[in-house]
């Protein structure tokens, strides 16, 4: 069998991945723009070989990579980069190499836009925000007379919270309208809510081999404030989340992937949507969640993610189950230019037995992810919520 995996040393964990599927006999080929000799040793023992394009945005040049493995290799059976960055360009290549095990360029539109997401949300009759493409100032006054403010506004094709907005009142509507970005925005109805994901593994049946809830904080705030992020995989999933959870995935059609799909807990009641405590959906990332959640996801229950993952693509099973732990995996991250109480040697002396991960992030992560992370398994909310507390207060 053979694997192109597209950019494997970004997140540099992502080697895992390479690791699990090498070590289940798959050829492992990867592409990227990175030299040979900056990759980590256990990458380039993973990968079967290695073709290094002068850029990633060239997408004839990935073609002319993924051509030349198909010649030396035989077909291809998988084509990933599970990045946000690269999906559509995944999907492009497997069209083009006929590569079935994915999404390709006819289906990508649905889990790209969220204009078309919403579609498929609302036929599957699952609980989401009402939204408005965004188009004419008249157009968009309606819809505020609809729902009310705030809203929050958002580029349709986007990941993250960047150049996302939350609009409160008329200066700020006419603020945005005055200034509209050029590329297409969507503006939805503001849930006041808790971002929870629903993470999974899912086979070709779409059924889940692996599943996983992780709380999240606005990242729309995170970046807009300058604020410090936290975040933390639960030890279990709730079921009704579970449950939306399992009917957005067969929605969707997704198969034979790792998925991050994102919710609302509603923390006030939203007529259509549902009562404290229920879930509406927020919108679908048909990738693994974004930086170390993976091994977090690990962490809090004693897994292994990566070799789930390979399993599926070898055999569409899951070999080994869960460890009878179950934690709590916290992140909490630190900013330049910010006070904190406790000096790094405080943190490490109070959680050090706990700490599971601690490092300086890669420049480009500093703005969402912060500029040093600090990572426990704990066994309590309480003791999550203390952790936070004592790296960020």
Known sequence: MNFVFISPNF?????????????????????????????????KAALTEYYKVDSLENYDQVYRATAYFAFRYGRIDWIESMNEYWLEQDARLRTDFNVTTGIQSDRIGFIKEKSLMKGIYLKAKIPTARQHIVSTVEAGRAFIEEVGYPVIVKPDIGVGATNTWKLENDADFEAFYEHLPEHPYVMEEFIEGVICSYDAITDTRCEPLFESMTVWPPVMDIVNRDLDLMYYTCPDVPEKLRRLGRETVKAFGVDRRFVHLEFFRLTRARKGLGDV????????????????????????????????????????????PEGPE??????????????????????????GENMVMQEEMPEMNWPQMGRYMYTAKLKTFEETEAFIKWVQG
Not at 18 to 42: K, M, T
Not at 289 to 317: C, E, K, L, R
Not at 326 to 351: F, L, N, P, W
């Open 11 to 43: 997140p540099h964990t992502y080697w895992q991945f390479c690791d699990r599927l090498h070590r289940n006999g798959i050829n492992v080929l990867g592409i990227g723009d990175s030299p040979y000799d900056s990759l980590e040793a256990p990458l």
């Open 277 to 320: 405590g229920d879930f509406c959906a927020l919108e679908v990332n048909m990738r693994p969640a974004g930086g170390y959640t993976p091994d977090m996801m690990n962490f809090a229950h004693s897994t292994d993610v990566y070799q789930i993952y390979a399993d599926m693509v070898a055999s569409d099973a899951r070999i080994k």
């Open 326 to 351: 179950h934690y709590y995996c916290v992140y909490a991250s630190r900013k330049d230019g910010h006070i904190y109480q406790h000096t790094h040697e405080e943190i490490m002396a109070r959680y």
